[in-house]
C-alpha cells in the first residue's frame, strides 16, 4: 500500500524541478535587460561616407587630415565651434565659412624649405601661423597680423618644434616647446598667452620632456604631460592663469588628458589603459585596461561612468570599433560593438556630450552616435 503523503511529495518533485528553473530563467533575463549598452547612430550623419564629418551643421570633406577642398595645401584647419575653415597656401591665406564660399584671403609668403608651417583656425575667420620651427602669428578676423610671438628656447643644443594647445574657442592658448637639449638632458617649458598678446611662463623643466598639452573645452583649466627615461609619466594640472592644483602620476605613456568641465576629475589614457583621478586630492577613482588600441575615454562625474572607444586604427580607417561603458563606483562595464564603416581625422577630436542620466553623444568621427546605458 502507498503513503499518500510520500506518493504525493513524489508527484510535485518533477514540475518543483522546471519551477526553480523558470525562476532562475526569468531572473537571468530580467538582469540581461537591466544592463545594457545601446549604441545608435544619429539621423543627421547616417549618409556619410568615411570622408564626410559634421561640425556645427555643416558636412564637412576631409582626405586622411587635410581638408578635401584645400588642394596641396601647406596646412588646413577647421575651427570645430564655427566650422570656419583657413587653409595656407605658398602664397596666401583663404578663409571659408563652413557651407565652402571664401570670407576671405589675405597674402602670406610661406617660405618652401619651411616643413614646420602649420595654421589654426579660430572660431570668428581670425588665425595663428606656425612658421620657422618656433614662430607664431597672430591674426585677426579682417586677416591682419596683430602679434608675433618667437617661443623659441635659444637652446645652443637644440630644440623640436613649438607645439599650439587651445580650447575650441581659443580662450586660452599654450605654446610649449616639447624638448628643448641642455647639457645632453632633455627638458621642456610652456606658456600662456595672455588677453593682450603677451605670454606668461606656466611650467618649466630641465629634465622632463612634454608629451601633449590639453586644455578644457571651456579653456578653464590645463593639462600638461611629461615624462622622462626611468620614470612614470607626471600630469601637471593647472588653472588657466598657470597655478598649480594638482600632479598625477601614471605608469604608462600618456596619450591624451581629459579635464571635467568643473575641474575636479581627470582622464588620462594611454593606447591601452585608462585611469580618472580627483584633481583635488589626486587620488584614483578608477582604472580599466583594453585589448584593443584606446582611442578615447572621458569619465561623466554625475553618472560616475567612463565612456570608451577602442578600435584597430590604419590611417583614417578604423576596424572592430567597440565602445565600452564602465561605472566606477558600481565595478560594472557594458560593452557593444558597430560592424559599421567608421573614420576618425585628427583634425577633430573626439567629443563626448551629456544628455541626461546616462546618456550621451559620441561626436569626432565620421558617424555621430548617441549612448544609452544601464547598469
Do not use: C, W
Amino acid at each position: 500500500m502507498k503513503n499518500p503523503v510520500l506518493s504525493g511529495a513524489f508527484k510535485f518533485k518533477k514540475p518543483m524541478r522546471y519551477f526553480i528553473l523558470f525562476i532562475v530563467i526569468v531572473i537571468t533575463s530580467t538582469l540581461s535587460v537591466a544592463q545594457s549598452l545601446t549604441v545608435s547612430e544619429s539621423s543627421a550623419t547616417a549618409r556619410n561616407g568615411i570622408d564626410q564629418y559634421m561640425i556645427a551643421g555643416y558636412q564637412i570633406a576631409i582626405d586622411d587630415n587635410d581638408l578635401a577642398f584645400a588642394g596641396n595645401a601647406a596646412s588646413s584647419s577647421v575651427n570645430n565651434l564655427t566650422a570656419i575653415a583657413a587653409i595656407l597656401q605658398s602664397a596666401s591665406v583663404n578663409v571659408h565659412a563652413g557651407n565652402g564660399d571664401e570670407l576671405f584671403s589675405t597674402p602670406f609668403n610661406l617660405k618652401s624649405d619651411d616643413s614646420s608651417a602649420k595654421i589654426y583656425a579660430k572660431l570668428n575667420g581670425g588665425f595663428i601661423i606656425r612658421e620657422n620651427i618656433a614662430n607664431f602669428l597672430f591674426y585677426n578676423s579682417l586677416g591682419n597680423v596683430k602679434q608675433s610671438i618667437s617661443n623659441s628656447s635659444q637652446s645652443t643644443e637644440g630644440e623640436s618644434i613649438s607645439e599650439l594647445a587651445s580650447d575650441p574657442a581659443f580662450k586660452t592658448v599654450v605654446l610649449y616647446n616639447p624638448k628643448v637639449v641642455s647639457g645632453r638632458v632633455e627638458g621642456s617649458r610652456a606658456k600662456v598667452v595672455n588677453i593682450d598678446l603677451t605670454t606668461t611662463d606656466i611650467y618649466y623643466s630641465s629634465s622632463r620632456a612634454i608629451r601633449t598639452v590639453k586644455v578644457s573645452d571651456n579653456g578653464q583649466f590645463i593639462a600638461i604631460a611629461t615624462y622622462s627615461p626611468g620614470t612614470d609619466d607626471l600630469v601637471i594640472i593647472t588653472d588657466r592663469f598657470g597655478n598649480d592644483l594638482s600632479e598625477i602620476s601614471f605608469d604608462q605613456s600618456v596619450e591624451d588628458v581629459v579635464i571635467s568641465d568643473d575641474g575636479s576629475f581627470v582622464t588620462i589614457r594611454s593606447n591601452g589603459r585608462m585611469g580618472v583621478y580627483s584633481v583635488i586630492e589626486g587620488e584614483r577613482n578608477g582604472s580599466a585596461s583594453f585589448r584593443s588600441r584606446l582611442l578615447f575615454a572621458e569619465y561623466m562625474p554625475k553618472d560616475k561612468t567612463v565612456i570608451a572607444l577602442t578600435a584597430n586604427r590604419s590611417g583614417s580607417l578604423l576596424t572592430d570599433v567597440e565602445v565600452h561603458a564602465i561605472n566606477v563606483a558600481a565595478r560594472a562595464i557594458q560593452r557593444q560593438s558597430f560592424n559599421g564603416r567608421l573614420s576618425m581625422t585628427d583634425l577633430i577630436p573626439i567629443k563626448l556630450s551629456r544628455k541626461g542620466v546616462n546618456s550621451y553623444t559620441l561626436s569626432g568621427l565620421n558617424k555621430t552616435f548617441d549612448l544609452n546605458v544601464r547598469f
